[in-house]
Each structure stands twice: as structure tokens, then as C-alpha cells.
């Protein structure tokens, strides 16, 4: 019985482009809610909960970008075995087919 199954090489690298931009957009979400304060907020229980919010994201923050660094390479390396292995199987049937 065989199946079809195919790796999109693009959709790997759009994969990957998005785990860092989300790293990056959370990062900068963070560091804006540092800007925040009693005079831009106009109270200052919303200037504490945000600081409170962004205290703890921090943390979160942290591990986001050790997960997307560590994805990062695992699906460059998924990628580049992919590509050899479709260059492999690409040479393999030129070779079979030429006389």
C-alpha cells in the first residue's frame, strides 16, 4: 500500500519565521507595558497590574525563546535532511531513467 507524503520546504520556513516573530512581538508587548505609568494609564492600580503582568511574562518570555531557539534548530535540521533526501531521490531517478 503506498501513500503520498510530501515536506513543503516553504511551509517549514514559514514555520520558523513565525516561532521567532512571536518571540519578538510578545518581547515587544512586554516593553510596553513598561512604558506604562499612573500618568499614561491614569490610575495607578492599572500602572501596578501592568507591571505585575509584565513581571511574570518576563519569565515566560524567557522560556518562549529558549522553545523557539531550540525549535529553530531542530526544524533546521529537519529541513536540510529533507532537502537532501528530496536531492537523494531526485538524482536516484534521473540516474534510473537515463540510458
Not at 516553504?10 to 514555520?15: S, T, Y
Not at 518576563?58 to 529553530?72: I, T
Request: glycine share 12%.
Amino acid at each position: 500500500m503506498s501513500t503520498d507524503f510530501s515536506v513543503d520546504l516553504a511551509e517549514l520556513d514559514k514555520l520558523v519565521a513565525g516561532l521567532r516573530s512571536s518571540a519578538d512581538d510578545l518581547a515587544s508587548a512586554l516593553d510596553g507595558l513598561g512604558l506604562a505609568d499612573g500618568h499614561r494609564t491614569g490610575t495607578e492600580s492599572i500602572d501596578q497590574a501592568c507591571e505585575h503582568f509584565r513581571g511574570r511574562w518576563q519569565h515566560g518570555l524567557g522560556r518562549l525563546r529558549d522553545c523557539v531557539q531550540a525549535l529553530d534548530g531542530g526544524l533546521a535540521a529537519v529541513r536540510r535532511n529533507y532537502q537532501q533526501t528530496e536531492t537523494e531521490v531526485a538524482a536516484s531517478i534521473g540516474k534510473e531513467t537515463s540510458p
